[in-house]
């Protein structure tokens, strides 16, 4: 799975914040993606003049924050025998 912290991008031009995807969208497709044992790129450029745009930080820095909380769910788990169940997605970690 592929993941763009913009939606639509192209070479040579510029995202917008619309075209971002919000912190909490970033947030749960990447808590699919570690629950389905999935992998994805986040495509994160800079402007021509090397700066990341902060709209394009900002996603990055909630990530970091909720996993400050909830990492232990995220780093070095497995996926669950059931991966996703509603709403809630599952991970397991081996504690030996």
Do not use: H
């Amino acid at each position: 799975m592929k993941l763009k912290l913009a939606y639509v991008m192209a070479a040579f031009t510029d995202t917008d914040m619309e075209d971002c995807l919000s912190p909490k969208e970033f947030i749960d497709k990447t808590i699919d993606g570690v629950a389905r044992n999935g992998n994805f790129d986040i495509n994160v450029g800079p402007t021509a003049a090397g700066l990341i745009p902060e709209y394009e930080q900002y996603p990055l820095l909630k990530l970091g924050e909720w996993l400050k909380v909830n990492g232990e769910a995220i780093y070095g788990t497995r996926p669950w025998k059931i991966q996703v169940e509603g709403d809630a997605r599952f991970t397991s970690l081996d504690l030996e």
